[in-house]
């Protein structure tokens, strides 16, 4: 059974980091494209940021470019969200996920087939 957990969530200050970790268990995602995305209290589900499977290709939204870097181990099977210069607006749950269907883009959530069951994010100003 195909499992992924994320951890790393909390509460920082505002301008601070954190540093979310996505684990697949139950079978391997080398050769698989993996995401972050994000949803608020309210809203729905936003496109974060995506890496191909060799991790040489990254994808990110335009308001996280710059503060935030996703990354992954092949070996660890494991994504990760370095995540940078955090505002009040990027409170959220975080969820990763693996690029099953590759007819949709990376910033599409309908490529998306496996997800996790999310970390809270809370930045306070």
């Known amino acids: 059974q195909v499992q992924l957990v994320e951890s790393g969530g909390g509460l920082v200050q505002a301008g601070g980091s954190l540093r979310l970790s996505c684990a697949a268990s139950?079978?391997?995602?080398?050769?698989?494209?993996l995401g972050w995305f994000r949803q608020a209290p309210g809203k729905e589900r936003d496109f974060v940021a995506a890496?191909?499977?060799?991790?040489?290709?990254?994808y990110y939204t335009d308001s996280v470019k710059g503060r935030f870097t996703i990354s992954r181990d092949n070996a660890k099977n494991t994504v990760y969200l370095q995540m940078s210069s955090l505002k009040p607006e990027d409170t959220a749950l975080y969820y990763c996920?693996?690029?099953?269907?590759?007819?949709?883009?990376?910033?599409?959530?309908?490529?998306?087939?496996?997800w996790g069951q999310g970390t809270q994010v809370t930045v306070s100003s």
């Open positions: 139950g079978r391997t995602f080398s050769n698989y494209g």
């Open positions: 890496i191909s499977w060799s991790g040489g290709n990254t």
């Open positions: 996920a693996v690029r099953t269907d590759i007819h949709y883009t990376y910033y599409a959530i309908k490529a998306y087939g496996y």
